[in-house]
């Protein structure tokens, strides 16, 4: 559920809101600001979600049992850190930077500019790690 959260605020939701111009998509804010290097980590995004979709699906549908479940977690578990890291390092120099522009004094944030897919994409994010941390606590839980 939060692998397709996270591809569904990726892809259809805008990451960004700016006020008298318009809302953007994270696949769009990569091609327009190309040259910044943090952006591009949003590029990690749209393969955790797909990983964290495909091993979610099979974890639920085919129950593999042995040292596959646990190695599965971990992955789910690793891709959801990506996310949330590829999201909150662009936000946190493009708060860098408008606290050094002095917009910040007018209450300016870079949260400010943050739109439904930004926050949708973290919550997904947390749901697929939330799940995969119940999946290892189940494997250690006797039965």
Same mark, same amino acid.
């Given at each position: 559920?939060?692998?397709? %959260?996270?591809?569904?605020?990726?892809?259809?939701?805008?990451?960004?809101?700016? /006020?008298?111009?318009?809302?953007?998509?994270? /696949?769009?804010?990569?091609?327009?600001?190309?040259?910044?290097?943090?952006?591009?980590?949003?590029?990690?995004?749209?393969?955790?979600?797909?990983?964290?979709?495909?091993?979610?699906?099979?974890?639920?549908?085919?129950? /593999?049992?042995?040292?596959?479940?646990?190695?599965?977690?971990?992955?789910?578990?690793?891709?959801?850190? %990506?996310?949330?890291?590829?999201?909150?390092?662009?936000?946190?120099?493009?708060?860098?930077?408008?606290?050094?522009?002095?917009?910040?004094?007018?209450?300016?944030?870079?949260?400010?500019?943050?739109?439904?897919?930004?926050?949708?994409?973290?919550?997904?994010?947390?749901?697929?790690?939330?799940?995969?941390?119940?999946?290892?606590?189940?494997?250690?839980?006797?039965?």
């Amino acid at each position: 559920m939060g692998g397709l %959260l996270a591809a569904l605020a990726y892809w259809v939701m805008p990451v960004a809101t700016i /006020p008298l111009v318009g809302s953007v998509t994270a /696949p769009a804010l990569i091609e327009e600001a190309s040259d910044t290097a943090s952006l591009g980590l949003l590029r990690i995004v749209p393969v955790a979600a797909i990983v964290t979709i495909l091993l979610g699906f099979w974890l639920l549908l085919a129950r /593999p049992s042995g040292r596959f479940r646990p190695v599965a977690a971990v992955v789910v578990l690793l891709c959801s850190l %990506l996310t949330v890291v590829a999201y909150l390092i662009p936000l946190g120099r493009i708060d860098n930077a408008i606290t050094s522009s002095g917009a910040s004094e007018l209450g300016i944030r870079a949260t400010t500019f943050t739109g439904a897919g930004f926050w949708l994409a973290i919550i997904g994010a947390v749901v697929a790690a939330i799940g995969a941390i119940v999946e290892l606590s189940s494997l250690r839980a006797p039965a």
